[in-house]
Structure formats: C-alpha cells, structure tokens
C-alpha cells in the first residue's frame, strides 16, 4: 500500500509540475512605468499566466539600469529615486485579482551589450558573494522576492562558461532560467548542458522567438534538455486569428506547451483577447469536473469553457480562457448557481441564474467580466454569524459552513423565514 501511495503522489507532483509549465506570457516594455497605473491592471486583467519585463541591463562596471535610469549599484537598490512606484506596482501584479503566477526580468536584447559585460566580469571577478554582479542581484532580489526568473535573451556574446557561470551564480540567488533563442543553436544546447551540470533543473523553459531573425524557426528543433518549449509570435505582425492557428499547430505537431507575444508596449492590442485564445489552446487550466459550461456566441455556438464551483475574475477567466465580456450563453448543472458581475473583480451590477441552460442571454449576453459559480444548499436552511467585522459566514442549520455573500434575495427570506419559525416555538 505504501508503495502504491508514494507512487500516486509522484505522479501527482509530476503532473502538477507538467500543468505548471504550461500557459502564456508576454514581454512588458517601459511602456509599464510610463503609463502606469492602467498597466498594471491591464496586465492582471489579461489572462497571460507569466510576464517578462524587457528589459534589465547589465553596464560595464556591474550597475543595473533600464531605459538610461538606475536599479541597483554598488550593491544598492536605488530604482525608487526615479521610479517609487515600481516596487509595489510589480508586487501587485500577483496580487489578488490577477492572472500573473510568475514574473521574469529579461537580460540582452538586439543591440544590448549585457552578456558581453557579464562576460568581462565573471572571468575578473568570478561570482562569489563579493562581487558587483551578486551584489546588485542580490538587492533586487531583496527588494523584489516576486520575481522568479531571469530571460536570456544573449543576440551578441554567446561565451557558454561566462554564461552558465552567471546564471548557476542567480539561481543560488534564487532566479530560475529562461532561454530566448533565435538562432545559434550550439551555443544554446551547450549553455543549457553546462547550466544543468552547475545547477540541475535551473533552466526550466525555452522561449523559441518565432518573429523577426527567427521568424522561420521551427520549434521542435528547440528542444534544449528537459526545459519545457514555449513559442512566440508579435502582436504586429499578424492577426490573432493567424497566430492562434500557428500555435495550434505547434502545440499538436511539435511538443510546445506554451506561447508567448513580444511585446507589450502600447495599448494598439488587447492582451486579454490573445491571452484567452492562447490558453485555449494550451490549456494552462482544464477540468473534467466542470458544472457549467459557458459559451462565447448564442445557441452554445463559438468556443465553449467548463468551469468547476468558484470565484473567477476577469484575469482568472481568461486563464481558462474565456475572453472579457465573451459569455452569451450557457449549460449549468442542476442544483447550482451561476452569479455574472459587469466589473472585473466581482464587483458591480450583477444577475443570477439558475437555469438549467440558457441559450440566449439577453441583457446579460457579452457583458460578464467576473462570476461565480455556488452549489444551492438542499438540506436545512442558512444561517448567518460573523467571522469577522464586515464579512458574513454562512452555515446551514447542522452548523456546517457553506460560503460567504452578501445577505439579500434568496437568503434573506429564508433567514427571515428561520427566525419567524424559531420565534413562533
């Protein structure tokens, strides 16, 4: 019985892991602090399951800058001169209600000389704790815990020991890796191998570029390892439509399990429209215990979404895929209660159902930004005790907790309706 238990819970972890691997991201240009604070909500209304901030560079003499302006020196983090925002902003982006599970800060680029710095200063000072490149990191790190991963995106040094040394030296700091690349695949097979050897498991995704120098790449040649594949188109390139086809294909001819847009920069697109239609396909959430299943155009047309009992604001939709204000029809189970709010976060005018189905949703068809989805209680009636100032705990009269809403329709009269009883004995 052990054995067969321990192996449930390997392959539990296993698929776990697998799950965790897939999903979505986009790269985040300083577009994020230059219009700020729409950005940051933009990006946890979005669906995108990860973001990479484009991007950190690494000077000459160790410092850390972006855009001509500072992050951290002499060991220092000293971005809240100039940017005092910036701190809580990332901070926010996984908080409650967002999409966003995992931030990564890119280093390189087109024309960015970071990884022949690195380069110049791990082979003089080597990456012990003393030296400027720990330092610097180090205080980023302190300052940023949220930040996961750090993106190689090397277009111009390509030197395998400096390389794998510098990343073996953050992961000790508590950064995974991620690789960007578009061509030179010696150089990156050997850096991921060399990486894997200092530090096992430190390189966990490829992000093959699929645009621009890479654009005739082919994604099943980017296998590097055991890292999980990920495929990236441009929002500028092509059309949604065309790049969700391309994806499609990568995902069932080629081992990708994930796709990523370059770049977030502007507001010409709509993240959570590319989002939804990414997750679609490659399913960072799915569920065989759906109670309801909700569909984009009326009469169950469009693409269709089955969503187990839960709270789901906008970022949390379209992780499943489901697009903003997206849902005009839907087949529920019986026994339960689909709950729609006009704003993101729960929030907002909002309307019940308890229909069994409902192929056309009138008023409410393409106007749900956030739901909830409630089992009916079918055995004795609620009751109400506060948990905590402001906030009702509800309990069915064998004092078993149901969930938390507000109290008004139903409950009401069924509370009225207990104490008139209760009062008449």
């Known amino acids: 019985m052990k054995t067969i238990i321990t192996t449930l819970m390997l392959a539990f972890i296993l698929v776990a892991d697998a799950l965790a691997q897939q999903g979505s991201g986009v790269y985040v240009g300083g577009h994020i602090r230059r219009a700020r604070p729409a950005t940051i909500t933009t990006l946890k209304n979005s669906g995108f399951t990860y973001v990479i901030l484009f991007n950190v560079t690494v000077e000459a003499d160790g410092t850390l800058t972006t855009d001509g302006e500072t992050i951290c020196k002499d060991g220092a983090y000293v971005f809240d001169q100039t940017q005092p925002h910036y701190v809580d902003d990332v901070k926010a982006l996984k908080a409650w209600p967002t999409s966003i599970q995992r931030i990564e800060i890119c280093i390189g680029g087109w024309g960015n000389e970071s990884y022949t710095h690195i380069r110049d200063l791990v082979q003089r000072d080597g990456t012990g704790e003393h030296t400027i490149l720990y330092r610097n990191f180090k205080a980023l790190k302190t300052v940023l815990p949220e930040i996961d991963a750090v993106n190689n995106d090397d277009e111009h040094c390509y030197d395998v020991t400096t390389a794998a040394a510098f ?175 006009a704003d993101s976060d729960l929030t907002g005018a909002s309307h019940e159902w308890t229909d069994s189905q409902l192929p056309r949703m009138s008023a409410w068809a393409n106007r749900i930004s956030s739901l909830k989805i409630e089992k009916i209680p079918t055995d004795g009636l609620p009751s109400v005790e506060a948990d905590s100032p402001g906030v009702p705990v509800y309990f069915d009269l064998q004092g078993r907790r149901l969930h938390e809403r507000p109290v008004s329709g139903w409950y009401l009269e069924k509370l009225n309706a207990t104490v008139r009883k209760h009062i008449s004995q």
């Not at 050897?197 to 645009?211: E, K």
């Not at 299943?293 to 895929?321: D, F, I, Q, R």
């Open 167 to 341: 990343h073996a030296m953050m992961h000790r700091l508590g950064y995974l890796t991620t690789v960007a690349p578009y061509t030179n695949k010696t150089f990156w097979t050997d850096f991921v191998a060399t990486l894997h050897r200092q530090q096992p498991g430190s390189c966990d995704r490829v992000l093959v570029q699929c645009y621009d120098g890479g654009a005739n790449n082919r994604p099943a040649d980017w296998q590097l390892g055991d890292a999980s594949l990920h495929a990236g188109r441009t929002n500028y390139q092509s059309d949604l439509s065309t790049s969700i086809a391309q994806m499609q294909q990568w995902h069932d001819e080629a081992g990708v399990v994930g796709g990523f847009v370059w770049v977030y920069n502007d507001e010409t697109w709509n993240l959570n429209q590319w989002a939804a239609a990414i997750n679609r396909v490659f399913q960072p959430h799915a569920t065989s215990d759906g109670v309801v299943t909700l569909y984009s155009e009326n009469n169950y047309g469009g693409y269709a979404v089955a969503l187990p009992c839960g709270s789901y604001a906008t970022g949390e939709l379209a992780l499943w895929g489901i697009a903003d204000k997206d849902i005009a029809s839907f087949r529920l189970q019986t026994g339960y209660r689909l709950t729609g709010y």
